[in-house]
């Protein structure tokens, strides 16, 4: 949102690299048109990564934003699932107790399968 609660129009601004853009003037807590969608999609194609920054979402929201781009995939590390919404991985190198709250190295090494 803009200062005095202007909502920006939504904007993609393509990284000075090989890959990614970011998605601004985009709040997922409000209805996404079809029309901003397609957008969305089209860079997630040309871009192949993309980056919304600060959105304050629900679980559920992240996963029906996600739903979006097509049937989401249960990771086969359950134990790293968000409780009550299978379909989000925990990714985090936090300890609580001695015990990770999520999957840590995840990105130790790139692959590119359950890559969205």
Known sequence: MH???????????PFDAPVGAEVLGLDLNQPLSAE?????????????VLVFRDQ???PAQHIDFSRRFGPLQIHVLHQFQLPGHPEVL??????ENGQPIGLG????????????
């Open 3 to 13: 200062p005095a609660g202007v909502r920006r129009p939504l904007e993609i601004v």
């Open 36 to 48: 901003d969608f397609a957008r969305i999609h089209r860079a997630d194609l040309d871009y192949h």
């Open 56 to 58: 304050q979402i629900t």
């Open 90 to 95: 925990i990714v985090s190198n936090i300890r």
């Open 105 to 116: 190295d995840a990105g130790h090494f790139w692959h590119s399968d359950l890559s969205y």
